[in-house]
């Protein structure tokens, strides 16, 4: 794919070689006032040179430009605290970015354009291919991965999933099942689940990062709804948690009677099954579906998280990769306790008289509260409030 882009890049400058004297690349956000008014600032600046101009605009969305945009940067020299910062203007030998931002300084540049200096810089550009590679990774996974991976083990281990995992292993000692076929039951269940949760996952990333690169409307509504959406999460679970511990309530934030005998309904028509490999496997994709009105409350937030940590991409996958990983460690690890304990009643007195269910809304309101910061954070930027 690197190769491809470099190659787009020279093809580019070939043809705007061809067919025009002034090229500017330009490296922005559709949402962003800021390079709104630095794309108004070209094309008025366009009628003031002889010459004709070609704009080449690359859009941050996608994380093939994040790339590139950090290779311009440095072959450019621009100081790098200003390396996340956008827009960034291109032209010739000179490079504009928030702090030098200058009307007269870009029309100087752009009377004084040079193809020889363009051609010399994308040399240097495609010589940088490793080194910022391996830096895009590096800042990617210094707090995403974290993020990732907590939010999927605490999804893991949710009530809306967690209780369905203790009727799964119990229905299956009901029955009669052994302990071999209840750790393949386990095993078989959890690949079903990380499976679909995957293909889900899979679905919403390129349907959001579709929508967020074409339509600037959806943008402008999407973030600021998944602040209010995950704010409002937060102060239920953290409510659920005062309603369980204190009251000895109900949690709000659950699945719903009809959806519980659902989930229950599915479990106990495949746990007599004959080939219990392929019935656990099919058991964990339908159920899955069931859950997801529950456990998509973390999926979908982390979703969106990826997507401005790491855009559309192979890291983007192997983000949803570790946090479904994550998601299944509690399947396999309840599914392993059965098999060495031969029960999960240990488990439910737990639950019960630890009050651990409440505990886990706590843990969740926090992270509902890490992600309302986040989007709220996305949200003052799509509305230029911070940058």
Not at 28 to 38: H, I, P, R, Y
Not at 77 to 82: H, R, S
Not at 318 to 329: D, M, P, Q
């Amino acid at each position: 794919m690197k190769k491809y882009l470099l190659i787009s890049i020279l093809f580019l400058f070939a043809v705007s070689t061809f067919f025009a004297s002034v090229v500017i690349d330009f490296f922005g956000v559709a949402t962003c006032q800021e390079c709104f008014e630095a794309e108004m600032l070209l094309e008025s600046l366009k009628y003031e040179i002889d010459d004709d101009v070609v704009l080449n605009k690359f859009m941050l969305t996608e994380a093939k430009n994040q790339e590139l945009k950090l290779k311009y940067a440095r072959v450019y020299d621009i100081p790098e605290n200003q390396y996340d910062l956008y827009p960034m203007i291109f032209i010739g030998k000179d490079a504009f970015y928030p702090a030098n931002m200058n009307p007269d300084e870009i029309l100087t540049s752009m009377q004084n354009y040079s193809q020889e200096e363009r051609e010399a810089k994308l040399k240097e550009i495609e010589g940088l291919e490793e080194d910022v590679s391996q830096r895009l990774k590096d800042r990617y996974e210094q707090f995403s991965v974290m993020v990732v991976l907590g939010a999927g083990l605490i999804d893991g281990i949710n009530p809306c999933a967690f209780v369905v995992l203790i009727f799964l292993v119990s229905y299956l000692y009901y029955v009669g099942r052994g302990r071999n076929e209840i750790l393949i039951a386990g095993l078989f269940f959890a690949i079903g689940i990380f499976g679909a949760y995957l293909a889900m996952g899979t679905g919403l990333l390129g349907a959001v990062g579709y929508l967020e690169s074409i339509s600037k409307i959806f943008q402008l509504v999407f973030y600021p709804a998944m602040a209010v959406f995950t704010g409002i999460l937060a102060v239920l679970s953290i409510l659920d948690f005062y309603r369980m511990h204190y009251k000895g309530k109900k949690a709000v934030l659950e699945l719903s009677a009809g959806l519980k005998k659902k989930t229950h309904d599915i479990i106990r028509k495949n746990a007599r099954a004959k080939t219990i490999w392929i019935a656990s496997l099919v058991t964990g994709v339908l159920v899955s579906f069931v859950e997801f009105m529950c456990t998509g409350q973390v999926y979908l937030p982390t979703i969106v998280y990826v997507i401005n940590s790491a855009g559309v991409s192979a890291d983007a996958l192997g983000f949803l990769v570790i946090y479904n990983l994550g998601f299944t460690v509690p399947v396999i690890a309840i599914t392993l306790i059965a098999y060495f304990s031969s029960s999960t009643k240990k488990i439910q007195e737990y639950m019960t008289s630890t009050n651990a269910a409440a505990k886990i809304k706590l843990i969740m309101g926090a992270l509902f509260t890490v992600f309302f910061i986040i989007m709220l954070n996305i949200t003052f930027r799509t509305f230029n409030v911070i940058k």
